[in-house]
């Protein structure tokens, strides 16, 4: 079992299910040759099974040939929630991390060309990093934090979390109006454009001003 880890906090929260908001992000959507969507976001789902953290390492699968990074807003659910309203949204929201969202954009593509799900191309140990969530009481998000990644020391992903075609609040009110939503689910926001490849020696750094940071080697 995987637990949640704080920043200046030490309550034990077992990780619950991972929640990733696709295409949230229009300049994204259009690199990777999609539309964003506009009326409601694309929703897939990722196992705490996936999770390490920030200085961990990612394990590239043998069975793929283009692992691409993908860096976003991480939302640490802290109450239940079911069909909330704005408000409710709102106050489910307990803390931020920064996270990496790691894709096999090889199999995601082969997939998507059969109209089969890509649960495998976005399922897979070390898949998903996280960095150590602060909480409210310490963080009162703006909306428009730089978010950004660099690989190997070159800045790759560099933007400002307003640019979210869903905002926070949003994602939450829309995925609780699907599932229940429980006290520590985490919730991927979607990731900026400058998406790419990564291969076995490159480091990752990752980082969202004022909230938290993250790094990860990738390995064989």
């Known amino acids: 079992m995987r637990y949640v880890k704080f920043k200046n906090c030490k309550e034990q929260v077992p990780i619950g299910k991972l929640v990733c908001v696709g295409r949230n992000y229009a300049a994204h959507a259009k690199e990777l040759g999609g539309e964003a969507s506009t009326e409601f976001p694309?929703?897939?789902?990722?196992p705490a099974s996936n999770v390490i953290f920030s200085g961990n390492k990612v394990i590239h699968p043998p069975y793929s040939e283009n692992l691409h990074y993908e860096v976003e807003l991480v939302l640490y659910i802290g109450e239940d929630i079911k069909?909330?309203?704005?408000?409710?949204?709102?106050k489910a929201i307990y803390g931020y991390t920064v996270g990496l969202d790691m894709t096999l954009r090889d199999l995601q593509f082969e997939f998507k060309e059969k109209g089969e799900p890509w649960t495998l191309a976005k399922c897979f140990d070390t898949a998903a990093v996280l960095g150590e969530v602060i909480l409210k009481s310490e963080h009162t998000l703006r909306g428009d934090?730089?978010?950004s990644l660099s690989v190997n020391g070159l800045t790759k992903q560099s933007t400002s979390i307003s640019n979210m075609i869903f905002n926070a609040v949003q994602c939450v009110k829309h995925i609780s109006s699907?599932?229940?939503l429980e006290k520590g689910d985490l919730i991927f926001t979607g990731t900026p454009e400058g998406v790419g490849r990564v291969v076995p020696g490159d480091k990752l750094y990752g980082q969202i001003e004022n909230i938290a940071t993250i790094e990860t080697t990738i390995i064989k």
């Open 42 to 46: 694309i929703i897939f789902l990722k």
């Open 83 to 90: 069909n909330g309203n704005d408000e409710q949204a709102e």
């Open 145 to 147: 934090e730089n978010i």
């Open 178 to 180: 699907r599932m229940t």
